[in-house]
């Protein structure tokens, strides 16, 4: 899509430096948007289909999808075998739980340390963070579209409390400085001694902060299509819109002239139609009236390195081309490596040769799911109009009108001994239903979702070791989703650990159970993370059950 379209050209009112940052922020737009609508159109559809509208078609011209037209007369049911498949995926991908395991990146006692404690230290990040609320959300985006992200943040908004921080003061020339104005090697800027005490006239507030995970989908990260892998990406752009207060609070003074925007892609008009849609048609393509008077678009734009930036950049800017944020170098590196990372990682289903972008079953189900409509509308088309009867009045015999209501009553005048005859209608064809069938078993066979998945009893099987160990079994067809899954939570992992050494500054306190069953207080503080490296247990992601465990130590014994 031509830049003009979304974006107009850069604000003749802009500084040099900024008029820079907005060319670099539109340059990797328009890069990567090309020929994205390819998959935005099928995620768009996936999800259609699974709420229930599923009689659309899809115009080239506009690119966009329409309710088919289609006489009045002709039915349209929907039995959503496609909304029953993907509960059942969802549920084995979201049950998905990882087992952590950390070992010490140097031979160092801090980083032994760590590595004991790091199970500790992820249990306060999932804790504060909703992880596992935002992983629930990604194992949506996963099923319905093939693709989804979570992305770490530090939040430092009011509402995650504040706590004061003491000034110091220098004994040897009696300088007064705030904890923001003491050097990293704490002695006093002036002087150079490091013989300091607190000096409470000093003090400054600071946002305690917390570190947060959320779900992203994938109409709003934009890559390299031709990179593979997140991590060798040279930048990521994440568009989003926000309400324009939440803007203005989170940025303060950068933002204090900061005015809405009605800029409109095709994937904000997707998102802004699936808050909106419901399975009967609700809801509209983009927004509209007051609500579009009220919302900015965020460019967010991570960037590795650049020949501009060699050292990276972090990069805000909002639709109205206002820079809200300029960090450079990059920010988001490890400590130890200084290696740069991005805080948002990609989760596949099924991988793709040569793209970045996975697939997911339900893009095969769709073409099956469009056919049992069309059986089942061909079916109801049939009983309408020759499984009915047929009333065979002949020329002229008067009748009363003949409505088909039970009991009726048919009074008619004979002529010449005729009267009306009754004509029985014709029996559906045996092969529809025998189609639909067939359809039903094709849809499981593609999923791979079978009874003993859905919780019914697999014929002749009855012991329930054996039941729980056909269900593991049964999730083998999962193995390259939970083998995907368990790379990008180490991922997520490392970068979690990483953000919160550098960003929790205040210790978080937790209950830990003792070995003899009672409870110990501990401090978690970020800065006594050493280097560590964490990696998810392999196999751990499968869902086991403890019947199958049995099962399996009594066939070893």
Known sequence: MPRHDFIRSVREDATEPDKKIIELVLDYYDRYKKRRWVFERDWYRNILFYIGQQWIIFEEGSRRWRVRNLPHWVPTPVTNRLASTVNVIRSAVAQVTPAFDAVPAQETEQSILTANAADRYLDVIIQESGF???????????????????????????????AQIPGERCRECGNVMTAAELPENLSCPKCGSQDLEDAPEASMTVAQGRIRVSAKSPFEVYVDNNVQE??????VLVIEQRHIDMVKQAYGEKAADLQPDDLTDQSINYLSSLAHMTGSGGGSVGRTGEEEQQVVTLFRLYIKTHKDYPEGAYLVMSGDQTILENTVPYPFRRKFTKRAYFPIVHIRYDDVPGRFWAKTPIDDLISKQRQRNEVESLWQTILMRTANPVWLLPTGVQASPITGDPGLALRYTPIGGQKPERLEGAEAPASVPAMLQQIDQDFEEIANTFAVLKGKNPGSVRAASAIQMLIERGFGRYGSVFDNMEEAYELWAIGALEMWREKAIFPRVQAVAKEAGSWQFMEFLGSDIGEVDIRVEAGSTRPKSQAGRQMLLNQLF
């Open 132 to 162: 596992r609320s935002a992983r629930r959300r990604m194992a949506s985006w996963i099923t319905l579209t093939g693709n989804g992200f979570l992305m770490t943040e530090f939040d430092t908004g009011p509402d995650t409390g504040s």
């Open 230 to 235: 997140m991590e060798d990406q040279q930048a």
